[in-house]
């Protein structure tokens, strides 16, 4: 089968086509369909579906998609480049993306639950996300009331919040839980 052409559009990549964008979502549920809320699983989509910088070159360093701008398709260099210009901390988020990608978890964007990246175990209507996760530089200064907050929120949607860094290529995980004593 031929590697489909999705569509660069401004901080977005899109599959236009719906077969093309049902196949996409419903192998690794990646995207999300245009203008709607809940998807079920394996549902065949009617419309064009969205997908994240992060996701797009993730299925393109895998063979799945091929990227295009203006009329021009991307080499994965040059998509990559136009993801740093347009994406603050896309090299150190996209990096946290495909760790967890690549231990076959599904993940989605978490900007309503207060991070950067929400990681399901088996995907959104399988099953509920476990963590929330806020990616940031390795010297990172984090203040008390910013670890409360989001404590309180990734416990209030019964998720853990992460704090991902990096430093020298290599991923750190910070957790914070409220104990009882």
Do not use: C
């Not at 064009?48 to 063979?63: H, I």
């Not at 740093?84 to 231990?103: A, K, P």
């Not at 509920?128 to 670890?147: C, T, Y």
């Amino acid at each position: 089968m031929e590697i489909p052409v999705l569509i660069v559009e401004a901080s977005s990549v899109i599959a236009w086509d719906y077969k093309i964008a049902s196949a996409i979502y419903n192998n690794g549920f990646y995207g999300k369909p245009l203008g709607m809320r809940k998807i079920k699983p394996g549902e065949n989509l009617d419309r064009a579906n969205v997908l994240s910088l992060f996701e797009a070159l993730y299925l393109m360093k895998n063979n799945r998609i091929k990227v295009q701008l203006n009329d021009k398709i991307l080499t994965e260099k040059e998509f990559t480049q136009y993801s740093i210009d347009n994406y603050e901390r896309f090299r150190i988020s996209y990096q946290v993306y495909e760790h967890f990608r690549e231990l076959n978890y599904v993940v989605r964007p978490g900007l309503k639950f207060g991070g950067d990246f929400v990681i399901y175990e088996k995907g959104p209507g399988l099953d509920h996300s476990k963590w929330v996760v806020q990616v940031g530089e390795d010297n990172i200064n984090v203040k008390a009331i910013d670890l409360v907050r989001a404590g309180r929120l990734a416990h209030s949607v019964k998720k853990e919040f992460l704090i991902a860094t990096i430093r020298d290529n290599e991923i750190k995980f910070y957790s914070f839980g409220r104990i009882k004593l």
